[in-house]
């Protein structure tokens, strides 16, 4: 099976504007989460789509939201970008079965840059 | 909150020596408990896993043990190689309902030196 695929793999934004991510899952997962990797904060999680509907969400500001499509693939959004905001955007797929131990698979990563 | 600390940030070893890496969750909750290897501009790479209600698992080179008393979890790597030289996570999620969501430690930065 193919794995986790994330396009585009580098962006570079300026302050304010705004960047789409897109992640395409496993063949057969349904499960996608978003985590941001930074050096000084490590890898923290943004939120996870399951059946088109966000099941969890982690402790980030309202500009950052997503969606997830009926083939499953996701996409994240993040609006007004911020220096901050630098970071590498990880996605993750799984079964994502309820109740059940979900491993999650990485894909690349998109390195989004804000100046 | 949920939190997950990790024990130390860097480790050197030579090489065939052996590595422990430690973790400790704050969630008694948490029952599922990954490990990631994360290679410099690469992916994370799941390495293994342990669930609650197991306290030690194999697979060749690589342990982990759980400690659910404790809250806390280890990782044992034996005979280093210097191909194990990476960034190695741990993590830990709720699976009832919330196993998209994992909580990660910071990081070890292991480097085996030949």
């Known amino acids: 099976k193919a794995g986790v695929t994330q396009t585009p793999r580098y962006l570079i934004k300026t302050r304010g504007q705004q960047v789409t991510l897109s992640c395409s899952p496993i063949?057969?997962?349904?499960?996608v989460s978003w985590y941001q990797q930074t050096p000084g904060q490590g890898l923290q999680f943004l939120f996870e789509?399951?059946?088109?509907?966000?099941?969890n969400k982690g402790n980030f500001p309202g500009r950052f939201s997503g969606r997830q499509f009926s083939n499953s693939r996701s996409e994240m959004n993040v609006s007004t970008l911020e220096l901050g905001d630098s970071a590498l955007y990880l996605c993750a797929s799984s079964l994502g079965g309820q109740g059940t131990y979900n491993e999650q698979f990485f894909g690349p990563g998109t390195r989004l840059t804000v100046l | 909150g949920e939190n997950v600390e990790q024990h130390p940030s860097t480790l050197s070893v030579q090489e065939g020596d052996s590595a422990v890496i430690k973790c400790t969750y704050s969630d008694s909750a948490s029952n599922y408990f990954p490990w990631y290897k994360q290679e410099l501009g690469k992916r994370p790479q799941l390495i293994i896993d342990i669930r609650s209600n197991v306290g030690e698992k194999k697979d060749q080179r690589i342990a982990v043990t759980l400690n659910k008393t404790a809250k806390h979890f280890s990782l044992h790597i034996t005979e280093t190689q210097p191909e194990d030289s990476a960034v190695y996570f741990c993590a830990a999620s709720k699976v009832k309902n919330q196993g998209g969501k994992l909580i990660f430690g910071q990081g070890t930065e292991l480097s085996v030196k030949p």
């Open positions: 063949s057969g997962h349904r499960s």
């Open positions: 789509y399951f059946s088109e509907t966000q099941r």
